[in-house]
């Protein structure tokens, strides 16, 4: 029950989440944290976790970042990736 939960759950939400977490760089705090909230809460549903009880260690044994760490590291993956193209595409373009 548990592997079809957390499949249900990585579909709906998290493969959400994923797919935009780059915008949501520029986001206020208030929103960064209920969608953190939102994530804590299907982590706990996957766990049938208590509220009492601590995320962190849920999130840790399911790989998921938080929404803030997620975001930065989306940013930093984009800015990386437009350098290294910008780099391959000079080294087409130069004469030698």
């Known amino acids: 029950m548990?592997?079809?939960l957390l499949t249900l759950v990585?579909?709906?939400i998290v493969s959400k989440v994923d797919y935009c977490i780059s915008v949501l760089a520029g986001v206020s705090g208030h929103l960064q944290d209920r969608l953190q909230s939102v994530l804590n809460?299907?982590?706990r549903l996957v766990y049938s976790a208590r509220r009492s009880e601590h995320i962190s260690p849920l999130l840790q044994e399911?790989?998921?970042l938080k929404v803030q760490t997620g975001s930065d590291f989306g940013c930093v993956y984009w800015l990386i990736a437009a350098f290294m193209a910008q780099r391959h595409l000079s080294s087409l373009t130069a004469f030698t």
Do not use: I, V
């Open 41 to 43: 809460s299907a982590a």
């Open 10 to 12: 990585n579909a709906l």
């Open 2 to 4: 548990q592997h079809a």
């Open 62 to 64: 399911l790989h998921w």
